[in-house]
């Protein structure tokens, strides 16, 4: 059979086995398809993802003004309760999965993910997950209120005395999206480790399938504390344990330790596939290979393996012994590290290149700017003194969101415009593209930059009203989340418009690196006719000769 290079990767000289999938009915069936279910992960959680942002700007219309005159407190509460637990729960974890879903085994030259149906069956179960807490609204006594942490004993209040009440609600939402995200992780870690082509060693992967490796090893160790958790606290409000219920001689601080010892991993587990995505996207659009592909491999892994003792850094002021707290500051400084080496590689990376800012180049760029900004506060919240000064403020909201947002969601911005022809087939306006950065961008800093002045002056977050002294920089954050908010509004036109008719999209038109880019836009069913047989190093990751793969023996 005669082998043909395309973009240095060598094909067989045939066509594709299957079409793409074409029917628009396969995303709202139960497919066992990888890329099918990628897509439903991205729809599902960009819905829900809008959801979150109305609460969002309604809350931020209520902190216009020092007094609480635009909703009810608890209706305020509720809102506040659900816009971070649908942000987490429901937009960034699932769009992650599913960015992961469609591209890993794409990436790995594998034609499925190791356990289909295992696949299929997680992600339905976040569907689930969202209509409970979407229900919840509609119980006496609304939705729960004691924050997306739901500390006890605020959480084991019951003031409508109902079972079935909207926190009993929330903890089970959370601990079916926990098995969800468990079964994932079991799903990735096989496929990583399992079902690589022939000649992909792991020094051969891509860095976003290294950097989903860590998150999901992560999922995997630190996932069944906060499930356990959420399922003992369940326990406290339905049967009357007392695992957490201090009346009844419970331990309300060790559910933070539960809670903490997965949800401050967790934000490695949301930023390591940014980091991942960050990593793809800035050789292509730079024209150079990645500088330090091994390091910046490893750095992933070094990541995952220090989250797992960093947790108490959230609980300096909850009666934590000075030991610890010294233990756990130095830990979480150490988190820097691996990080920063990342940052090194992606500036080395850039600089010299032959840019071109094309959007997913743009938001990149800005992810990883407000990346920067973000890792100095979060130096700073790691140190004792600063933190506790700090703590339960604006300040700790304001360096949150910059790395959930101004990091997290521009990054996934970055992934979905870079991967979009190769999902659809068609080509998005790059005018439009630049439009939604440029709103989205300036948004972003005019939202949440304001909030570490707020923070250093002592304005305390969770609250619907505030001192006068305070409105200045409300106003302004308040303007910031209404142009952030707008700016959604065309990248929803963008989509829609480009991917009902937009230009039929070339196989790679960004002249990309990676099997993914080898096969047709949509790739077929079952992504390669023979499995890809590696034999040579991947350019862009670290050598000048580049990746070539044989589908033929």
């Not at 220090?306 to 947790?311: A, L």
């Amino acid at each position: 059979m005669t082998n043909v290079p395309i973009e240095g990767i060598l094909l067989p000289n045939e066509k594709p086995n299957h079409e793409s999938p074409s029917n628009w009915k396969e995303y709202f069936s139960f497919s066992t398809d990888h890329k099918v279910i990628g897509i439903q992960y991205l729809v599902t959680s960009f819905f829900f993802f809008l959801v979150g942002g109305i609460f969002a700007m309604v809350m931020r219309g209520e902190l216009m003004t020092p007094e609480s005159d635009l909703v009810d407190r608890t209706v305020y509460n509720g809102m506040f309760t659900m816009h971070g637990t649908i942000m987490l729960f429901l937009w960034t974890f699932p769009s992650l999965v599913g960015f992961a879903n469609y591209l890993v085994p794409l990436m790995i030259g594998a034609r499925d993910m190791a356990f289909p149906r295992l696949n299929a069956v997680a992600f339905w179960m976040v569907p689930v997950v969202g209509i409970l807490m979407m229900g919840s609204f509609f119980v006496p006594g609304g939705p729960a209120q004691a924050g997306w942490w739901s500390y006890p004993p605020v959480s084991l209040q019951n003031p409508t005395g109902n079972l079935i009440n909207g926190q009993v609600i929330w903890l089970l939402a959370v601990a079916i999206s926990g098995v969800s995200s468990i079964m994932g992780a079991v799903n990735f870690v096989t496929t990583i480790v399992k079902m690589r082509a022939p000649g992909m060693g792991f020094f051969r992967m891509p860095l976003f399938v290294w950097a989903v490796f860590g998150a999901q090893i992560i999922q995997l160790f630190g996932l069944p504390a906060l499930t356990a958790g959420a399922v003992m606290l369940l326990l406290d409000l339905t049967v009357g344990t007392a695992f957490f219920d201090p009346s009844k001689g419970g331990n309300p601080v060790m559910f933070q330790h539960y809670f903490w010892f997965y949800s401050h991993p967790a934000v490695y587990v949301i930023i390591l596939p940014i980091f991942g995505i960050f990593s793809e996207i800035f050789p292509v659009y730079s024209r150079k290979p990645l500088f330090g592909y091994k390091v910046v491999a490893v750095s992933s892994i070094l990541i995952a393996a220090v989250s797992g003792i960093v947790w108490v850094h959230h609980m300096y002021v909850s009666g934590t012994s000075g030991w610890m707290r010294l233990l756990f500051m130095l830990t979480t400084m150490c988190v820097s590290v691996p990080t920063g080496i990342k940052v090194f590689a992606w500036v080395a990376t850039i600089w010299g290149g032959k840019l071109r800012l094309n959007t997913p180049m743009l938001f990149a760029l800005g992810g990883l700017v407000m990346f920067v900004f973000a890792g100095i506060t979060g130096i700073m919240l790691s140190s004792v003194p600063v933190d506790v000064h700090v703590n339960n403020t604006y300040f700790v909201v304001g360096h949150f969101h910059y790395v959930l947002y101004g990091t997290v969601t521009m990054g996934l911005f970055a992934a979905i415009y870079h991967w979009f022809p190769k999902m659809t087939g068609r080509m998005y306006s790059e005018s439009w593209g630049k439009i939604h950065f440029w709103l989205a961008f300036i948004g972003t800093n005019l939202n949440f930059l304001p909030m570490h002045p707020l923070g250093l002056q002592g304005m305390v977050r969770r609250v619907a009203s505030y001192a006068p002294e305070y409105q200045f920089w409300n106003i302004i954050a308040s303007l910031g989340g209404f142009l952030l908010g707008m700016s959604t509004l065309p990248f929803i036109f963008n989509m829609v418009i480009s991917w009902m008719q937009g230009e039929k999209a070339p196989a790679n038109p960004w002249r990309a690196i990676g099997l993914e880019w080898l096969v047709s836009s949509p790739p077929p069913v079952e992504n390669f006719e023979e499995i890809p047989i590696i034999i040579s190093e991947p350019y862009g990751y670290g050598k000048s000769e580049p990746l070539t793969a044989n589908l033929s023996e």
